[in-house]
């Protein structure tokens, strides 16, 4: 079945980086723009960042420009997210998901930023 | 940017009664395309967002038909015609008219009584 798998998470001191994957597999993945959306601990859903189907167009949070970078590899079935300069606020699981309609999402990663 | 706001925060309903959820939009979510881009998720306790309705209206897949979308605009409603215990959890309301950035309401926690 179609699905999305998140990896990559984990514990980063602040002014740290980390780089997080998520794999499809169940779909043609080359297909579909995807994005990333995050939710601090109790918190809402908030979106990050989009990348077209074929990675020429992005397009970011005003508020997470310049620090994250969202990429993908279409021969790996494969999406990233480059996150640098992360600081405590950054703390949050982080999804991959499909589509503007965000059909699909996956299991996320958790993300902590602490000393 | 197109801020979504969402009413009540939290809803408590017996099983079996109805449950409606409002979303309301800054800025029309009319697309020049003529669809109107305003999508509800449900996120179960523990789990991952899922995609209930979209485009204000259409269920997804495997949906269950006690839950419809209206509105048009600005305004829009959620509405479970006869809630079940599995219908717990944060719904939230999504609007993508205008990117970026895509932006959620911020989310209604509906509980059993």
């Known amino acids: 079945q179609e699905q999305l798998v998140e990896s990559g998470g984990g514990l980063v001191k602040p002014g740290g980086s980390l780089r997080l994957s998520c794999v499809a597999s169940?779909?043609?993945?080359?297909?579909?723009?995807m994005s990333w959306v995050r939710q601090a601990p109790g918190k809402g859903l908030e979106w990050i960042s989009y990348?077209?189907?074929?990675?020429?167009?992005?397009y970011s949070a005003d508020s997470m420009k310049g620090r994250f970078t969202i990429s993908r590899d279409n021969t790996k079935n494969s999406l990233y997210l480059q996150m640098n300069s992360l600081r405590a606020e950054d703390t949050a699981v982080y999804y991959c998901?499909?589509?503007?309609?965000?059909?699909?999402w996956g299991q996320g990663t958790m993300v902590t930023v602490s000393s | 940017e197109t801020v979504v706001t969402q009413t009540p925060l939290s809803l408590s309903v017996t099983p079996g009664q109805p449950a409606s959820i409002s979303c309301k939009s800054s800025?029309?979510?009319?697309?020049?395309?003529?669809?109107?881009?305003l999508y509800w998720y449900l996120q179960k306790p523990g789990r991952s967002p899922q995609l209930l309705i979209y485009?204000?209206?259409t269920r997804f897949s495997g949906v269950p038909d006690r839950f419809s979308g209206s509105g048009s605009g600005t305004d829009f409603t959620l509405k479970i015609s006869r809630v079940e215990a599995e219908d717990v959890g944060v719904y939230y309301c999504?609007?993508?008219?205008?990117?970026?950035?895509?932006?959620f309401g911020q989310g209604t926690k509906l509980e059993i009584k």
């Open positions: 169940g779909f043609t993945f080359s297909d579909y723009y």
């Open positions: 800025q029309s979510l009319l697309h020049s395309d003529g669809k109107t881009y």
């Open positions: 485009e204000v209206s």
């Open positions: 990348i077209s189907s074929g990675g020429d167009t992005i």
């Open positions: 999504m609007q993508s008219v205008q990117l970026p950035p895509y932006t």
């Open positions: 998901a499909r589509r503007s309609t965000f059909d699909v």
